[in-house]
């Protein structure tokens, strides 16, 4: 304790001295006066007070001793606080699961059983998206009687008045095709798609509707085992609250018109900080109800049969229908946060258990701001002893990113996740948004933020297998981007740009000159990600030391 450095101790050796002469040499010492021999002191008294003065001397140095160790126990016992930022879907979560993956693999792997119940929800709310593709085809909306046009005209208005990205021409944030798409579920949406969706829709006729009823009739008895799953895992009185994202889109057709239940909404799951949630989720289990059409989710318990244990079980195959409409409207599916429809067989069987990666992709949002406290289970050199939180936020834009500031101080860095392939994208929370845009605009944000001024930061540019596939599927950044201009419509030359263009604004909005890293991430992707957070881990160490030596 630190106490022990105000306790009162006998003069260390060098202040006493070893002989009178040694103190002689330094008349101007104010304490030449106490440290005198006493005057006309006897060969025996002189013998005695050396004795004395060396067991003192012993003593201070064994005070000074302790005091080494208990500098080197504060510094073992040190915290390090990481703080996660970014927007809605952006990776933070993910990001904080690899941390536990690496560092805590041991409770990272007990809790793996206890995500089933939200890859199930994943899943569920997957065939929720082609089932609003299907409602929106049979509706009036899709129907080629209604000029798509004027559709993304009147849309078009909201993004005109948005400010331009990177500072740079501001046509790159209202590109005429700008359109909150066609994604029912109000998420992730392209801007693109419904123009190519309307030129095909002149050409070629709408699913056939007793095909889209059957269709509708089998996957019906999703929406019971969704359900199911929101009871087992919302407390009741958060009911409203998982209605996030209700759009009106999405208040159509489903369920079935004959059905008694009130409109469907689209929600998705959150969870909220605490230990509590995992209760819910380790109480989840449901088994699926057969696919006759008759909604009969039970708890576990039930057969095996039945279950949407493959594409075609639940339609998809069978029909081609469900995925070239998918195609037409340009939703890509595979793209959207918690995709486990592939995997259906796999993450449908009674004895499933989540992977690893299942664990990574699955999709739960973070509402409000949580701390993961942990010490690395394996740890080595500067690190071991280091008591390790991170600081994992809610990124939408309708929880008042303002919650966040209490939270700014003592941070030693800072990751940002910017999901860069969403520069055709819009926030599920304010589709008159583009995504990039957002990004770019809280990048600013936490750079000018003067409390964050001496934070170290570290940007992860997100996404880049999603970006990839979508760069290799043909869309072109610079339809989005104008300043993007002529370049290589390639991985590699859009990851560039963007790490030059976020740097700028870095060096532009810090306040203090402070240290700055940039990756290019795909933080669901194990392999990858772990060297990158082994060298974030790396730094944030070398830092806190750097700092704590300035603070002892
Ligand atoms: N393919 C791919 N998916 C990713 C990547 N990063 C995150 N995801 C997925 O995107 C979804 C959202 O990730 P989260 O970590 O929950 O996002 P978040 O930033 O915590 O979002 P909020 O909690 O809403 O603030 C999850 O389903 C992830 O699996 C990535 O680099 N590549
Ligand atoms: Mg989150």
Same mark, same amino acid.
């Given at each position: 304790?630190?106490?022990?450095?105000?306790?009162?101790?006998?003069?260390?050796?060098?202040?006493?001295?070893?002989?009178?002469?040694?103190?002689?040499?330094?008349?101007?010492?104010?304490?030449?006066?106490?440290?005198?021999?006493?005057?006309?002191?006897?060969?025996?008294?002189?013998?005695?007070?050396?004795?004395?003065?060396?067991?003192?001397?012993?003593?201070?140095?064994?005070?000074?001793?302790?005091?080494?160790?208990?500098?080197?126990?504060?510094?073992?016992?040190?915290?390090?606080?990481?703080?996660?930022?970014?927007?809605?879907?952006?990776?933070?979560?993910?990001?904080?699961?690899?941390?536990?993956?690496?560092?805590?693999?041991?409770?990272?792997?007990?809790?793996?059983?206890?995500?089933?119940?939200?890859?199930?929800?994943?899943?569920?709310?997957?065939?929720?998206?082609?089932?609003?593709?299907?409602?929106?085809?049979?509706?009036?909306?899709?129907?080629?009687?209604?000029?798509?046009?004027?559709?993304?005209?009147?849309?078009?208005?909201?993004?005109?008045?948005?400010?331009?990205?990177?500072?740079?021409?501001?046509?790159?944030?209202?590109?005429?095709?700008?359109?909150?798409?066609?994604?029912?579920?109000?998420?992730?949406?392209?801007?693109?798609?419904?123009?190519?969706?309307?030129?095909?829709?002149?050409?070629?006729?709408?699913?056939?509707?007793?095909?889209?009823?059957?269709?509708?009739?089998?996957?019906?008895?999703?929406?019971?085992?969704?359900?199911?799953?929101?009871?087992?895992?919302?407390?009741?009185?958060?009911?409203?609250?998982?209605?996030?994202?209700?759009?009106?889109?999405?208040?159509?057709?489903?369920?079935?018109?004959?059905?008694?239940?009130?409109?469907?909404?689209?929600?998705?799951?959150?969870?909220?900080?605490?230990?509590?949630?995992?209760?819910?989720?380790?109480?989840?289990?449901?088994?699926?109800?057969?696919?006759?059409?008759?909604?009969?989710?039970?708890?576990?318990?039930?057969?095996?049969?039945?279950?949407?244990?493959?594409?075609?079980?639940?339609?998809?195959?069978?029909?081609?229908?469900?995925?070239?409409?998918?195609?037409?409207?340009?939703?890509?599916?595979?793209?959207?946060?918690?995709?486990?429809?592939?995997?259906?067989?796999?993450?449908?069987?009674?004895?499933?258990?989540?992977?690893?990666?299942?664990?990574?992709?699955?999709?739960?949002?973070?509402?409000?701001?949580?701390?993961?406290?942990?010490?690395?289970?394996?740890?080595?050199?500067?690190?071991?002893?280091?008591?390790?939180?991170?600081?994992?936020?809610?990124?939408?834009?309708?929880?008042?990113?303002?919650?966040?500031?209490?939270?700014?101080?003592?941070?030693?860095?800072?990751?940002?996740?910017?999901?860069?392939?969403?520069?055709?994208?819009?926030?599920?929370? !304010?589709?008159?948004?583009?995504? &990039?845009?957002?990004? =770019?605009? /809280?990048? +600013?944000? $936490?750079? #000018?933020?003067?409390?964050? *001024?001496?934070?170290?930061?570290?940007?992860?540019?997100?996404?880049? !297998?999603?970006?990839?596939?979508? &760069?290799?599927?043909? =869309?072109? /950044?610079? +339809?989005? $981007?104008? #300043?993007?201009?002529?370049? *290589?419509?390639?991985?590699?030359?859009?990851?560039?740009?963007?790490?030059?263009?976020?740097?700028?604004?870095?060096?532009?909005?810090?306040?203090?000159?402070?240290?700055?890293?940039?990756?290019?991430?795909?933080?669901?992707?194990?392999?990858?990600?772990?060297?990158?957070?082994?060298?974030?881990?790396?730094?944030?160490?070398?830092?806190?030391?750097?700092?704590?030596?300035?603070?002892?």
């Amino acid at each position: 304790m630190y106490i022990l450095t105000t306790v009162a101790r006998s003069p260390s050796p060098i202040m006493t001295g070893s002989s009178p002469a040694s103190v002689a040499t330094l008349p101007d010492d104010p304490f030449d006066e106490f440290l005198k021999p006493p005057p006309g002191e006897t060969h025996e008294q002189r013998i005695t007070r050396l004795t004395r003065e060396e067991e003192a001397s012993k003593i201070s140095m064994a005070i000074d001793a302790s005091i080494k160790v208990e500098r080197q126990l504060r510094k073992k016992m040190r915290i390090v606080r990481l703080l996660l930022l970014g927007q809605s879907e952006s990776g933070k979560s993910v990001t904080l699961r690899q941390f536990q993956r690496l560092y805590t693999p041991t409770a990272f792997r007990e809790e793996r059983i206890l995500w089933r119940g939200v890859i199930q929800l994943n899943i569920v709310r997957s065939v929720r998206i082609i089932l609003d593709a299907l409602n929106r085809t049979s509706s009036p909306l899709a129907s080629p009687s209604v000029s798509p046009k004027s559709q993304t005209r009147s849309l078009s208005k909201h993004h005109k008045a948005r400010t331009s990205l990177f500072g740079s021409s501001s046509e790159t944030s209202h590109p005429d095709d700008y359109l909150s798409g066609p994604g029912s579920n109000g998420h992730s949406n392209d801007l693109s798609d419904v123009e190519t969706d309307s030129e095909t829709h002149k050409t070629r006729p709408c699913l056939d509707s007793t095909e889209i009823e059957s269709l509708k009739l089998r996957l019906f008895p999703l929406h019971h085992i969704e359900a199911l799953l929101i009871a087992k895992l919302v407390p009741p009185n958060e009911e409203e609250a998982t209605r996030l994202i209700a759009s009106p889109e999405s208040t159509n057709t489903y369920p079935p018109s004959h059905s008694a239940r009130t409109s469907y909404k689209t929600q998705e799951i959150f969870v909220r900080p605490g230990p509590g949630w995992k209760g819910g989720l380790a109480r989840a289990r449901v088994s699926y109800p057969s696919f006759t059409g008759s909604p009969n989710g039970e708890e576990s318990g039930s057969t095996n049969a039945g279950r949407p244990n493959s594409a075609g079980n639940i339609g998809l195959e069978t029909s081609d229908e469900p995925q070239e409409l998918l195609h037409r409207r340009k939703i890509r599916l595979e793209e959207y946060p918690g995709f486990f429809l592939n995997d259906l067989e796999r993450v449908t069987s009674l004895k499933y258990v989540p992977t690893d990666d299942d664990v990574l992709k699955a999709r739960l949002k973070t509402v409000g701001v949580s701390e993961y406290r942990f010490q690395m289970e394996v740890s080595t050199g500067p690190e071991i002893g280091t008591d390790w939180r991170i600081v994992d936020v809610g990124g939408s834009r309708s929880q008042v990113r303002q919650t966040w500031i209490p939270f700014f101080d003592n941070v030693d860095a800072i990751i940002f996740l910017a999901p860069i392939s969403g520069f055709d994208q819009v926030l599920s929370e !304010d589709r008159t948004v583009n995504r &990039l845009e957002d990004s =770019v605009l /809280l990048w +600013k944000t $936490v750079c #000018s933020n003067k409390l964050l *001024a001496n934070v170290d930061l570290v940007l992860f540019l997100n996404k880049c !297998d999603i970006l990839e596939t979508k &760069l290799k599927a043909g =869309v072109r /950044l610079a +339809k989005y $981007v104008k #300043s993007f201009g002529d370049r *290589a419509n390639n991985l590699e030359t859009v990851s560039k740009y963007f790490r030059s263009k976020f740097s700028a604004i870095h060096r532009e909005y810090s306040p203090n000159p402070r240290k700055f890293y940039a990756f290019c991430t795909s933080v669901t992707d194990t392999a990858t990600t772990a060297g990158i957070i082994a060298s974030v881990r790396d730094m944030v160490i070398r830092q806190h030391l750097k700092q704590s030596k300035l603070m002892l």
